[in-house]
Each structure stands twice: as structure tokens, then as C-alpha cells.
């Protein structure tokens, strides 16, 4: 296959059903509720995916583009959470399908692109990523539309995707989390005799970050190694101002190109800050 100029876009951490986090931008209703207003909070989480949605198809023009939805795509039932505004864990699935089939149109989705799903967290979303995965057309692996990890291979740039990583940190201890993973990572492939990843994509924290890395191999050859943390499409919920009340809370996406030449790019962020 000939290698062509590839736009990365990554989402995660959707917690579809959730009152604090991105919804569909009309009145929705379930089997067992009545109608369902989107609130204040989530009129600003849609200003930002609009926004977003418009800079990724203004970064895409002529360029193909992978979808990565990193996990956590619904809310679901747990921990006795009052903060959803269904009870059914397949109408927040729904929701979740809808909004990136939504996604999908606004970049304007071509002939080629693909997307693609990775597991989140169990107590969060069951199986149901599998289900989401098949609603909107995403890569299977095997039998299944969901990947546990994802490991794809772009104009010969190899990422790792998975949805549980290293956290941001804090002051000064900011970003040695996802530094030392990656060093860490790389000595584990070195010993084994294995090539590792040049990107490494991860979700779960809600605080997005960036860091790289520099290896060097023989030769007198240097590598660099990209760490990448996304941002989350949910506001605080009360659980999380319990814990960390004073953690900044961006929302939002990140889109990253890799060219036809194997060049990796700056991944460039779409975020809102809440509070």
C-alpha cells in the first residue's frame, strides 16, 4: 500500500450518559425517561467538539485520516453514580455512536479513512465498546471491533493506543510519569529483541499532556520517542472534585500528522478549560 500523509485524531474518555459530559445536540429521550435537555455544562462541551470537529477537517484537507476513540466511551452504572441521565447502558452506547458518526460527517469522511476503538474501563463500559465499535464502522480486530491494545503502523511510524497509562503529575514532577514509561518501554524492547513504538497514545487522567524522548542506538543514531495524553469530553463530576478539586479540566481532542515520508508532527490539541 503506498504510503500517503495521515492525520492521527484522537478521542477518548467520551462517558456518554453522563450529565457532565459531550451529548447529542438535540432533545433526546429514553424508554424510561422523560425528555432530556442538554445542560449548560454540555452546551460548552458541544461549542468545543464543533470547534474541534472544525479544525480537524481544516487539518485534513487532502489527507487521510485515522479516528482513534481511546476508551471510556460511555458512562455506564457503577458506584451507585447519580450523575447519568439513563439507566439503560445500551442508550448511552447509542449516544456514543451517534455522536462519532456525527464526528465523522463534520470532518467529512472519505473513501479510505478509518477509525478505530480501544477498550476503556471495564466498570465504565462492560462490553458495550464492542458494540460501539460496530456502529460506526471501526476496524476489527479479529471478532471484535474493540482492541485491547492497538498497535498500527503508519507510513512505517509503529503507535501503541491504549486507554489506561501513566498520569501527568504535578509541578515539577509534571510529564516524568509518561518520560519514564517510555524509557522504561524502550529498555524492555531493546532486551527482547523488539522494535518499540515510536508514539505511545494513552487516556483515562482527563488531563491531557505531551512529552518526548530522546534514544540513542547504535551507530550513533538518535530516536525520538512521542508520549501522548488525552483530554476527555467530561467535566468534573462530583466524584472528581472530591479528589482533586483543585486539577485543572480540559476538554477536548488532538490530532497528530504523520507524512507519507515517515515524519511524525507536533501533535497540535483542541482543548476548553473548565474549572
Given at each position: 500500500?503506498e504510503n500517503v ?80 441521565f439513563t439507566q ?188
Amino acid at each position: 500500500m503506498e504510503n500517503v500523509d495521515t492525520l492521527h485524531v484522537m478521542m477518548s474518555d467520551l462517558h456518554s450518559g453522563s450529565d457532565t459530559a459531550l451529548t447529542v445536540d438535540r432533545v433526546w429521550r429514553g424508554q424510561k425517561t422523560s425528555d432530556i435537555y442538554p445542560t449548560s455544562a454540555q452546551k460548552k462541551i458541544r461549542t468545543q467538539f464543533e470547534k474541534t470537529a472544525e479544525e480537524v477537517k481544516v487539518n485534513r484537507k487532502g489527507i487521510k485520516v485515522r479516528l482513534i476513540l481511546n476508551g471510556d466511551l460511555l458512562e455506564g452504572c457503577h458506584h451507585g453514580n447519580t450523575q447519568i441521565f439513563t439507566q439503560d447502558e445500551l442508550e448511552m452506547a447509542e449516544i456514543s455512536a451517534e455522536l462519532i458518526n456525527e464526528f465523522k460527517k463534520k470532518i467529512d469522511w472519505n473513501r479510505g479513512d478509518e477509525v478505530y476503538v480501544t477498550r476503556g474501563t471495564t466498570v465504565h463500559v462492560k462490553s458495550l465498546e464492542n458494540f460501539i465499535g460496530k456502529e460506526v464502522g471501526a476496524v476489527m480486530d479479529g471478532d471484535f471491533y474493540v482492541h485491547n491494545k492497538l498497535i498500527l503502523n503508519t507510513n512505517g511510524v509503529i503507535s501503541c493506543t491504549a486507554h489506561t497509562g501513566p498520569g501527568v503529575g504535578k509541578g515539577q514532577n509534571e510529564g516524568n510519569s509518561l518520560r519514564n514509561f517510555m524509557n522504561n518501554y524502550y529498555v524492555t524492547c531493546t532486551k527482547d529483541g523488539l522494535t518499540c513504538p515510536s508514539i505511545f497514545y494513552f487516556g483515562h487522567v482527563h488531563q491531557p499532556y505531551y512529552s518526548v524522548i530522546e534514544q540513542r542506538e547504535p551507530g550513533f543514531k538518535f530516536r525520538t520517542l512521542h508520549g501522548v495524553i488525552t483530554p476527555s469530553w467530561q467535566m468534573k463530576t462530583t466524584y472528581a472534585l472530591d479528589k482533586m478539586p483543585h486539577a485543572r479540566n480540559r476538554v477536548g481532542g488532538v490530532m497528530q500528522l504523520i507524512t507519507a515520508s515517515g515524519l511524525i508532527g507536533t501533535p497540535q490539541f483542541s482543548v476548553m478549560e473548565t474549572p
